[in-house]
């Protein structure tokens, strides 16, 4: 069916390409993130699954480019921007360059055709009352609000904008914010780099009179039974910023009953005022101190987050508006901070909590988990982070993105306002560190200089140093020991790790080593954001082996000797055509998931596959406890000729080398014995891959989500003959996929296969490890029940 003319692409001939076409919200689905952001790409969504989500539209990642291209400018902001990712830990630098980023970026503009286009989609809304249209202007970064990060605030949004000229400078606005230094900090903490690419999202304005963020899992103890809803009047930006503190309503689930309730306590709403625009109303006593939502509209905005949640399969942090008694929904995004549920705190065995803590001194909403001590900080605004030192607690009135370059050194953070979905709550758990916010009182009860011990988990702080010995508490170190000694198990525990940076705190953890190094994450930080072979083709191949021998050295010198698996680089051509220089040499493929890719790349690229050859040979003179890991190998003739240049590299003659392979593609199950005769020394499953190819599931298809499932009947028999038929070949096993970290009773089917090693995600460790030793003793228990002349009773 044709769609109307008012709902037609407005992309009229000009200088902006094809896929730079503005793009109705509801013809936006899941798969379009790759142009139009995760953002747009969750409305799309819920639009097309008959959620109510404003109407809008989508100038997509490409046009910001092709408007940079058509100004003569993207060249020099993408040169920048590298410049800026490797200085991210001199925020005065950075500053200068992201201040020059932000003009050329002004300079270039949209361009007149894409102005004209943006002013025809405006045009075609219809919103809630005569007169123009008023809209909000929301940044949908590529990455942005997916599982692994959720950019909470690092971008801009604008609300109530009206008219053409204001529209088109809240664009240029989003634009400027990925190239702000709160977005730099941001990437470079998550290992993200290459050219940021902003789409942006127009949306009818909803006249808000209450809104808010509902959490399918609690954010703070992991608990997937629960529905955490916060609420406050006018509009939601108060809530998200941490402005006010909400009310928090936390429900049962899948079936919502109240299970709590804190009414919080609100000095202002904001509103949009007769002009249109955005105003602050101070509220009185009764107002500030009333109830946002009743127990039955608040339990109906928990069933409807739970209904979103069973959309897509996951647990989900979403925005809502409420005119009247109609909800609608603004935002969706998974939730990517939710902590490892075996490690949550609890009660002793007498029900008391810990006295031993020193006074109280102010308490709040527990909003990260952790604990650490360090000295009381008060900062006012995000220009005074430079007087924090490394391992103070920063207490402050509120955090917004632009104090995430402060965050990075604090032990701990507390504020006045917020609740736990306010943006110093969700960085804070995406650091990693304790975070207490919604106190009221903690800028005038924390004295300046005080040593403070932070409970990020109760949400309390008290006087003293309860979590340290020392006075430099490490910053981004949650209290990892566990309180009683880790049973020792038969079945060893490894990790997955990609960046150096967290090497020493992820080395003191209760693991046997590093099960998968993913080199991809180290190389495109190491590289800035560069191509490889970018880098090569500028003669810079030694830069590139000095750079990757420093960053996996790091980590290697961080486990010795225990051993760490070296996977290297899986260049999958959609991923790495982002890089600077990445379309020079990376092919467009309708599925790069089976594509160019894998070990077949390096017979067709030695150059690129030799360097990180001759980086690990360095990197072995120093540390014999790292070794090689090829990844998506389909053949014996592949792996026999990748062999071979493993062999004639400097790293084939070094002794004690265990050469290990990645069981992602189902033909293993045929060439493992091949595989084990040409010398592989270890099988390692990865999961992912593998439940894509035994389902034939895109495993990156959000439509096809219900589909992939690492659990199914043919994936475990898959893997448990893997397992089986290494063991006969006499070579170890692991697996490294995400199912043990998130998947209950995962790691007892790995267990009773006879599997050697399995390795999860940091925040799941001490889950894993306690599942490994619950599921050897039931192994045990079986055993002995099964032996022959034991008696039995009835």
Known sequence: MAAEPARQTPCAPGPVVDDACLRPLALVRAAD??????????LGELIGAGFAVPDGFVV????????????????DIAALYEDALRHA?????????????????RTGGLGAALE?????????????GPGPVTVAVRSSAVGEDGERASFAGVHESFTNVRGDAELSARIIGCWESAVAPRAVAYRAERGLSGEPAVAVVVQVMVSAQ????????????????????????????????????????????????????RVGHQTHEVVRGRDGHDVTRVLDRERSSGRVLDDAEAEAVARLALRVQEHYGRPQDVEWAMVEDRIQLVQTRPITTLPDRGAATTPDAAGERDTGRGVLLVSGLAAAPGRASGRVRLLRE???????????????????????????????????????????AIVARELGIPCVVGTRSATADLPEGELVAVDGTTGEVHRGAAFVVSDAPAPHRHDAAPSVPSPRTGTELHVNLALPDSAERVAALDVDGVGLLRAEVVLTSALGGRHPRAVLAAGEADGFVTAMAAAVGRIG????????????????????????????????????????????????????????????????????????????????WELAAVLELVDASPLGGRRGLQRWLTAEVPSVLHWLPEYVGLGIDGVSIGSNDLTQLVLGVDRDAERLAELYDESDPAVLDAISTIIERATLLGVPTSLCGQAPSRIPGFVEFLVRAGITAVSVNPDAVGSARAAIDAAERRLLLDAARRAPGRRRTR
């Not at 993130?33 to 969750?42: I, L, R």
Request: hydrophobic share 40%; glycine share 10%.
């Open 33 to 42: 993130a790759a142009q139009v952001g995760g953002k747009a790409a969750n």
């Open 60 to 75: 997509p990642a490409a046009a910001y480019l092709a408007a940079m291209d058509e100004a003569g400018v993207r060249t």
């Open 89 to 105: 830990g001199r925020p005065d630098e950075v500053d200068a360059l992201c201040a020059r980023m932000a003009e050329l970026i």
């Open 116 to 128: 004209g286009r943006v002013a025809t989609a405006r045009a075609a809304l219809a919103g809630d």
């Open 210 to 261: 209450r809104s808010g963020v509902a959490f399918t899992a609690d954010p703070t103890s992991g608990r997937r039974d629960r529905v955490v809803v916060e609420a406050v009047l006018g509009q939601g930006e108060t809530v998200v910023s941490g402005a006010v503190e909400p009310d928090t309503y936390v429900f049962s689930a899948p079936d919502p009953h109240l299970v709590s309730l």
């Open 382 to 424: 995000p220009r005074d982070g430079s007087r924090l030192l490394d391992g103070d607690v920063l207490v402050a009135p509120r955090t917004d993105p632009d104090w995430l370059p402060t965050l990075r050194r604090a032990a701990a953070v507390v504020t006045d306002q917020g609740g736990v979905t306010c943006h110093a």
């Open 557 to 636: 010198a961080a486990f010795a000797p225990r051993p760490v698996l070296y996977r290297t680089t899986d260049l999958r051509s959609n991923e790495f055509r982002g890089l600077t220089g990445g379309d020079r040499f990376e092919p467009v493929e309708r599925n790069p998931m089976i594509g160019y890719r894998g070990a077949y790349r390096y017979l067709h690229e030695p150059e690129v596959f030799g360097m990180e050859l001759r980086m690990l040979a360095e990197v072995r003179d120093r540390l014999p406890n790292v070794h090689l890991m090829i990844p998506f190998v389909r053949t014996r």
